[in-house]
Structures are given as C-alpha cells and as structure tokens.
C-alpha cells in the first residue's frame, strides 16, 4: 500500500514539474510574441504604410523590399490574441495554415537586403526618409535592417517555444496534438530557412572565385553547382620533372586547375588564370603514399581524357582533398546511376515492339497484303527517333531527370572531357 502511494506522489511530483516547465515557457512566449508584434507594427506603420502614400518608392521596389511583412503582421496579431488567453494549442492550429506568407517572406529575404543597400546608394529621399524614421524613440534604436530580418529569427524562437511546450505536456491533453502538428508545420519554414541559408553562401563562394579568376572564358557561376573546397597542391608531370604547385578549386561536378597571374600585372597581380577544367562525372581518385620525402603522399585522378598526380606534404590537408573527391565524384555518380535505371527510350520501345509483331504469324501475314497500310502505320515518334543513331541513347538518358536536377547535369555534359582553357 505503501509502494503505491509512493509510486502516486512520484507520478503527480512529475506532472507538477512539468506544468511548471510549461508554465515558464507559456509566459516567455506571451512576453516575446508582444514584443514582435509591436516591431511589426514599427515597419508596417512607419515604412509600409507611409511609403505607399508618399510614393517616395515605386510598388514594385517596395513589394521587394518588405514582401509580406503587412501579411504577418496581420497573422500574428491574431496569433497573439489567442496567446493572451493561454489558448496555445488553437492558437498555433489556426496560425499554422498562414505559414505560406512567412515562406514567401524568407525566399526573398536576400533579394530584399540587395534592393534596399541599392536604394540607400541610389535614392537620396528614401535614404533621407529612412533616417527620419530610425530616429523615432519608438524604434528604441533599431534600423530597418535589423527590423527586416525579425520573421526569419522568430521562425527558429518558435521551434524551440513549441517543442518545450509539446515536451511538457500530457498526451491525453486536448492541445498535444494541436502543438506536435504545429512544431512540424514550423519545421518546415525552419528547413526552408537553412536551405535558402546554404543556397545563398554557396552562391556568394562561386561569385567570390569568379573575381578571383582573370578574364571571362573561365565561367564557375553555374545553375546547380555548389563550391566545395580550394586550395596550392604540386602537381606531378608525367616526364620527371619537378612538381609546380597549382591553385585548385574543387566544385560539385568538376575540379578547376589555375595558376597565379604575375605580380607585375598591374589590374590582375592578385588573380589567377583559369587553365583546365576536369569534369568529375567519370573520374576516379586514388591515395598513394610513398612518393614524398617528409609527411604527405599523393592524389592520382584519373579521368577519360587525362590523368593527375597531386602532391602534398601536409598528411591533414591531404586527406581532406581525398575525402571531398571521393564524396563529390560519388554524388555525383550516384545521380547517374538512378538515371540510367529509368525506363528504357521509347524508340527501344518501339523496336522491341516490332519485332514482336515481325515474330507473330498473323501481323506478318496481315502486313504483306497491305503493304501500303504498314507504311502508313510509322508514327510521328518514330520518324523523329529514326534521325538519331542509336549511339546517343546513353547521353539522352539524362535529360529526362527532374527539372530541380536539370541545371546541374547540364553542366556536366557540357564538360564530358578535360576543357583546357
């Protein structure tokens, strides 16, 4: 009896611990969304608002620069409401289908801080306007800016406000199902945010390495392409001769070899000069070791046209170059062997067809006393096949992956051999 009252108070201990854990996370999260809310107001009121009856900006400047905040504004003060009456569970459920405006809002969140630094350069009212504005004592000392970016931040304070909410409450409570379903709907945005995040870095790496690189015949901005690692590694000559160290750039379908322009160049001393491209479609790395006098070895690539040997001396370095090969060169052949499991080309179809038919008794038969109907019978697809020799099936297979993977495959076949630029 005893063992019983004790297991009741351990029980009822544990569910007051966790209404206290709620409790605290409720009230943090009443407290910040009024905060949000009055910021919200700050831009919709002070910016939005003015801006569109001053016509200080055309609307389509406008529209890039603050996107659906109104929208979220609007979502959020009824969010807010709800909040204040502690109706968490159906406040978030009646907030989770307007998610949309917050997920048009982070796509364009990048193009809305490009939009604004151009207007700040370029337009001396709005820049004027704007400083007016920030010195209002309501904005307590927050630009524009720092306003702009308070969706995409308060995505993530959700995440953690609705995951300790759900954590400590019952299942049998009537809004745990209400706040599971939330926390996936919000992590959606949240993934949507790092992957926007991780898009917008990788672009700015490649336009980084397209300054680096003297003239234009070298073009690394491609769709698709993702910056991985760069680099001095010596590359070996097949003859004997002494290994000359060259910049690389290692990217997600192929592997840039430059070297340094001449210091004495006076526009391009701090440059490089694009030399060759290898395509990591069909190329295979190799770590050899052996070959160096001190700690290090050697990388040799071997690709359908070329072959490298890359030295370093520093082993950390070294295996890291192998690592980020092997893991691109598999990618990259991973996407190429589901795409050549796909179904076979419909002129294979086509002939695999008749020749069945060539095989049955009666079509043979029907065809030699209608000679002119079988002629008749070739379709439109089957004239337009008939153009192409069938060595070229193999390189069509790729065009029929989905349009997301479209970009990068193109690259790829436009680069099927070394490129020496």
Known sequence: MSSLTGQCSTIQEQRDRWERKRSRTAKELVKTEQIYCEQLKLVTTYFVEILKAKGTLRPDIRENIFSSIKEIHSVNQSLLVHLENGYFGRGFDQFCPHLQHYNTYVDNIYNASKVLGIQLKKNKAFRRFKKLQESRAEFNDHNLEDLLQLPVHRIDQYMHFLQDLTANTTPDNPEFEQLSRAVTAVSDVSQRIQNNTRRHENHLQL????????????????????????????????????????????????????????????????????????????????????????????????????????????????????????????????????????????????????????NTPSSSSSSSSHPVRKRNMETSEDREYAQKPPVEWEGSAPKRMKQSDAPEQSVEASTSGCVIL
């Not at 690189?213 to 070996?236: D, F, H």
């Not at 030295?311 to 690592?323: A, H, V």
């Not at 499991?341 to 179809?349: F, G, S, V």
Request: with cysteine.
């Open 207 to 358: 336009c980084r390495v397209q300054k680096l690189l003297k003239g234009r015949s070298t073009k690394v901005l491609a769709a698709g392409r993702w910056y991985i690692r760069e680099g001095w590694l010596k590359m070996v000559p097949p003859k004997g001769k002494e290994a000359k160290p060259k910049m690389f750039f290692l990217f997600s379908d192929m592997l840039l070899q430059a070297k340094r322009c001449s210091p004495l160049d006076p526009t391009n001393g701090d440059k490089f000069t694009g030399q060759h491209m290898f395509p990591l479609k069909a190329c295979s790395v190799e770590k050899v070791f052996g070959h160096t006098k001190s700690k290090g070895g050697l990388l040799s690539l071997t690709f359908p046209k070329a072959k490298l040997l890359l030295m370093s001396t520093n082993q950390e370095d070294l295996n890291d170059w192998y690592q980020s090969l092997s893991s691109a060169i598999r990618k990259l052949q991973s996407k190429e062997t589901v795409v050549y499991q796909r179904a076979e080309p419909p002129r294979q179809r086509a002939l695999q067809a008749a020749a069945d038919s060539h």
